[in-house]
């Protein structure tokens, strides 16, 4: 059985990473109700963080937007909102470069507590 997450190869989650930028893999799931994919805010290009309601936790979205507003300068850049299905989406652009898309994803993560889908990255 394969583990739930980012892979923890460098090679293959770059891969990975810079399929979803290119918008070749649309969306990449990270465990039941939890992905990743390319999504464009108007003409930016972002890498989004989406949580389906039948994932999120109770009171996850008060304590997502909480860490954002508390935590404001370490999650510049990344915005939170519900989706037209109730998703959770947490969004952040993709700029050429600035920073990289490991630092985005862990951070979009991050926000969300969810390190642990991190595998490389959790402690």
């Not at 920073?99 to 991190?118: G, M, N, P, T």
Request: proline share 6%; glycine share 8%; charged share 20%.
């Amino acid at each position: 059985m394969t583990a739930m997450g980012l892979p923890d190869d460098d090679g293959r989650r770059q891969v990975l990473l810079d399929s979803l930028v290119s918008g070749a893999v649309a969306h990449q799931p990270l465990c039941p109700g939890i992905g990743l994919c390319r999504l464009n805010a108007g003409q930016k290009p972002g890498l989004a963080l989406q949580i389906a309601p039948e994932a999120l936790q109770a009171g996850q979205v008060q304590r997502v937007l909480e860490r954002r507003f508390v935590h404001a300068m370490v999650f510049e850049g990344c915005f939170v909102y519900l989706d037209a299905k109730g998703s959770l989406v947490i969004w952040h652009a993709l700029v050429p470069n600035g920073q990289s898309l490991d630092d985005i994803v862990s951070r979009l993560l991050s926000l969300a507590k969810l390190e642990a889908l991190d595998v490389r990255r959790a402690p």
